[in-house]
C-alpha cells in the first residue's frame, strides 16, 4: 500500500501576499466584464505595479469601450496537467483608462503578443485579491 503525502491533491485558500507574488509571475490574464451584450471576457499580457494591474488595449476595442470605471475581474492561472497541480488568481478592481504620456515610464515597454498598436493603457484598481493553489499528485 502506498501513502499519499498530506497535501497531495489538497485545495487551499492563498493568502493576498502568495496572490501579488503569483501575479507577478504569469504573463497572460483574463478580464472579464459586464456588458452590452451581457458577460464579456478576454486575454491580455499584464503586469503588476503599484498595486495595480495593468495592460493594453486599443481604443476602439470593446474593452476599452465597456470597462472605463466600471467593476472587473481579472484571472490568473496556471496549471500542470501532468501532476494535477496549479494555482489560479481572482482580482477584482475598476478599471480605468490612461493614455500612455499619462503612465509610469517602467510600463511604456509593457508588451503585448498581438500584433498592432495598443496605445491606450489600462490600470486596475484593486479592491480585492483571492487565490487558490491546488496541490497534485505525485504518481498519476
Keep these: 500500500m502506498t501513502t499519499r503525502p498530506e497535501t497531495e491533491g489538497r485545495l487551499a485558500t492563498l493568502l493576498s501576499y502568495d496572490c501579488w507574488s503569483l501575479l507577478e509571475t504569469a504573463h497572460i490574464a483574463r478580464v472579464a466584464w459586464v456588458g452590452a451584450a451581457g458577460v464579456a471576457v478576454v486575454p491580455v499580457n499584464y503586469t503588476v505595479v503599484a ?36 494555482w489560479s488568481v481572482v482580482v477584482v478592481g475598476t478599471a ?45
Design 51 to 86: 498595486g495595480a494591474v495593468w495592460f493594453r488595449t486599443t481604443a476602439d476595442s470593446t474593452l476599452a469601450r465597456e470597462c472605463s470605471g466600471q467593476r472587473v475581474v481579472v484571472e490568473v492561472d496556471q496549471i500542470d496537467p501532468a501532476t494535477r497541480a496549479g
Design 96 to 140: 480605468e483608462l490612461v493614455e500612455a504620456k499619462d503612465v509610469p515610464d517602467m510600463l511604456i515597454g509593457l508588451e503585448v503578443w498581438p500584433t498592432g498598436a495598443r496605445t491606450l493603457f489600462v490600470r486596475v484598481d484593486v479592491h480585492d485579491v483571492t487565490g487558490r493553489r491546488l496541490y497534485g499528485t505525485s504518481g498519476v
